[in-house]
C-alpha cells in the first residue's frame, strides 16, 4: 500500500488493527503506547511520534518500506521515453 499522508497512514493502521480483531486498548498496550495517542494515529494526526508509530506498526507484524516515489503513469510521455531508450518510434 502506498501512504502519502497521515491520514493515509492512520487508515492503514485502523484497517489492520480492525482486521486482527483488537480493540484500540488491546493494540494500544502491545504497542506500549497510550489508547488516546493510537486514537490520534487512527485519526491522521500529523504529529505522531515516529518511534511510536514503528512500534505500533511491528505489534501489527508490518514491515515498512520506503521507496522512491516515481512518476504516475498519467505523468509518462512515451515518445520522450523512447527518444531516452534510443528506440524509433516514427
Known amino acids: ?10 487508515f492503514f493502521v485502523r484497517q489492520s488493527r ?6 484500540q486498548a ?3 498496550a502491545e ?3 497510550s489508547r488516546r495517542w493510537l486514537s ?3 485519526a491522521g494526526k500529523a504529529t505522531a511520534e515516529f518511534g ?6 511491528h505489534a501489527l507484524s508490518i514491515g ?7 512518476p504516475d503513469a498519467g ?9 531516452d531508450l534510443g528506440g524509433d518510434h516514427a
Open 64 to 70: 515498512l518500506d520506503a521507496s522512491p516515489i516515481g
Open 26 to 28: 488491546e493494540l494500544a
Open 40 to 42: 490520534d494515529l487512527e
Open 75 to 83: 505523468d509518462i510521455d512515451l515518445d520522450t521515453l523512447l527518444d
Open 52 to 57: 511510536l508509530v514503528l512500534r505500533t506498526l
Open 18 to 23: 480492525q482486521d486482527s480483531g483488537r480493540t
Open 31 to 33: 504497542a506500549g503506547v
Open 1 to 10: 500500500m502506498r501512504i502519502a499522508s497521515a491520514r493515509d497512514l492512520g
